[in-house]
């Protein structure tokens, strides 16, 4: 998909598109390390990603919803640089690749935490409820480091109108979200009580 930003941009002199693809390659693979050398399950978990591993009809929409809309935002951001649609200053672009590797961060302290957390939506058989570290404060975290990853991209890529996908993406995560704790609610013990200590969902105070 990133082969996508050089030839939409139609050029390889296209460093907003360099930067955030190292940085998105050396956060992702430095994640990727941390879980294989401290929680090789996890990895796995985190590794069994997209459609096919998703058994509620909703996820599976859902999922497919938010790959399109990637691949829309990886499509047009480089077409907004080409053809001059906005002008994104160097230091915001900056701005969003450090909202990329906070995204990150944000999901080696869930790992740090949770070994169930996995990029489906499941209910193990030894699964417990997990209340520490980011839990304490958000019930889910890493789709809270999702948004840092959502909002930074279109900055680091240099483009103010794909910013306008911003609303999708956190439609797509409240979508998930939602339904995700349904089936929380019903196959987890303990977890009602738990969304009763921890009240907020995604956005502290708002949501």
Same mark, same amino acid.
């Given at each position: *998909?990133?082969?996508?930003?050089?030839? $939409?941009?139609?050029?390889?002199?296209? +460093?907003?598109? !360099?930067?955030? *693809?190292?940085?998105?390659?050396?956060?992702?693979?430095?994640?990727?390390?941390?879980?294989?050398?401290?929680?090789?399950?996890?990895?796995?978990?985190?590794?069994?990603?997209?459609?096919?591993?998703?058994?509620?009809?909703?996820?599976?929409?859902?999922?497919? $919803?938010?790959?399109?809309?990637?691949?829309?935002?990886?499509?047009?951001?480089?077409?907004?640089?080409?053809?001059? +649609?906005?002008?994104?200053? !160097?230091?915001?672009?900056?701005?969003?690749?450090? #909202?990329?590797?906070?995204?990150?961060?944000? #999901?080696?302290?869930?790992?740090?935490?949770?070994?169930?957390?996995?990029?489906?939506?499941?209910?193990?058989?030894?699964?417990?409820?997990?209340?520490?570290?980011?839990?304490?404060?958000?019930?889910?975290? *890493?789709?809270?480091?999702? *948004?840092?990853?959502?909002?930074?991209?279109?900055?680091?890529?240099?483009? +103010? +109108?794909?910013?306008?996908?911003?609303?999708? #993406?956190?439609?797509?995560?409240?979508?998930?979200?939602?339904?995700?704790?349904?089936?929380?609610?019903?196959?987890?013990?303990?977890?009602?009580?738990?969304?009763?200590?921890?009240?907020?969902?995604?956005?502290?105070?708002?949501?």
């Amino acid at each position: *998909m990133l082969a996508l930003l050089f030839l $939409c941009a139609g050029t390889l002199d296209y +460093w907003q598109g !360099w930067v955030y *693809m190292a940085v998105f390659i050396i956060a992702s693979a430095t994640y990727s390390v941390y879980l294989a050398k401290h929680d090789p399950a996890l990895l796995k978990r985190r590794t069994e990603i997209g459609i096919s591993y998703e058994k509620e009809l909703a996820q599976k929409i859902i999922i497919f $919803c938010l790959y399109v809309t990637s691949i829309v935002l990886i499509v047009l951001a480089p077409l907004d640089v080409r053809f001059g +649609w906005s002008s994104v200053p !160097w230091y915001a672009s900056i701005i969003g690749d450090a #909202f990329v590797v906070f995204s990150f961060y944000i #999901f080696y302290l869930v790992a740090k935490v949770n070994t169930y957390a996995a990029a489906n939506i499941r209910v193990e058989q030894e699964q417990k409820v997990i209340s520490a570290g980011l839990y304490g404060f958000v019930r889910h975290p *890493m789709y809270f480091g999702a *948004m840092f990853l959502f909002i930074g991209t279109p900055l680091a890529l240099g483009s +103010w +109108w794909t910013l306008l996908l911003t609303p999708i #993406f956190l439609s797509i995560l409240v979508a998930r979200i939602l339904n995700e704790e349904k089936i929380l609610s019903r196959d987890l013990p303990g977890y009602t009580e738990y969304q009763k200590k921890v009240t907020t969902r995604l956005i502290p105070f708002i949501w």
